[in-house]
Each structure stands twice: as structure tokens, then as C-alpha cells.
Nanobody, 124 residues
Framework: QVQLVESGGGLVQAGDSLRLSCAGS????????MGWFRRAPGKELNVVAS????????FYTDSVKGRFTISRDNAKNMVYLQMNSLKPEDTAVYYC?????????????????WGQGTPVTVSS
């Protein structure tokens, strides 16, 4: 089992950058594929980016390709989401998730453990 705590959200202007962090507990953190999800107001929870256990493979939803970068530091039990060129449509609560599967996470159904979320608001 792993516990996840997100941080780094906030209010920014369009074009700004933010880095979200997700701290995981437990000695087996490196055995989980990790993902970032977001839920915009009135919308479903959708995957933003994900990364495999060793970081060898990543996945990005089309709307963030070229702007967001997911990374992980297994020695520190951390996963990051670097978000550049933020747009108002990126406004959402962002969640970190861990999956026992070894593949990249592409749907919310693959998340086994979840953090509490951190809000990101991008003003125009």
C-alpha cells in the first residue's frame, strides 16, 4: 500500500509555469506506475500524464503534450509534474495516483491509490 500527498498547486496567470509534487510513502514506491489526473469543474476525472516504475515510459494526454513533463525520483519517493505555458483550460484539481500495473496509466480505472488533490487555477 502507498499513501500519496500532492503539493504545488496555486493560482497563476496564463503562460506561467507550476511544478506539482507528489510524495509517496512506503518502501515499495518504486514498484508502482504513477500518474497525474485532473478534474476540471463539472467534468470527469481524466489522466494528464503517467510514468512507469523506472521512468522508462511516459504517457501524455494530447492537450498537454509539449507543455507538461512528468518525472519521478524513486530514491526520494517523489513524482513531479512540470507544467509550462499554462492555459485557463488547465484549471482543475490535480490528483496523483499509483498503479500496481507496470504499464503506463491511461485511464482512471487503473489507479489503485490516490492522493487528496491540489487545486490549480489559471487566470486569463
Amino acid at each position: 500500500q502507498v499513501q500519496l500527498v500532492e503539493s504545488g498547486g496555486g493560482l497563476v496567470q496564463a503562460g506561467d509555469s507550476l511544478r506539482l509534487s507528489c510524495a509517496g510513502s512506503g518502501r515499495t514506491f518504486s514498484s508502482y506506475s504513477m500518474g497525474w489526473f485532473r478534474r476540471a469543474p463539472g467534468k470527469e476525472l481524466n489522466v494528464v500524464a503517467s510514468i512507469t516504475t523506472s521512468g522508462g515510459r511516459t504517457f501524455y494526454t494530447d492537450s498537454v503534450k509539449g507543455r507538461f513533463t512528468i518525472s519521478r525520483d524513486n530514491a526520494k519517493n517523489m513524482v513531479y509534474l512540470q507544467m509550462n505555458s499554462l492555459k485557463p483550460e488547465d484549471t482543475a484539481v490535480y490528483y496523483c495516483a499509483a498503479s500496481v500495473r507496470s504499464t503506463v496509466i491511461t485511464t482512471r480505472y487503473q489507479g489503485d491509490y490516490w492522493g487528496q488533490g491540489t487545486p490549480v487555477t489559471v487566470s486569463s
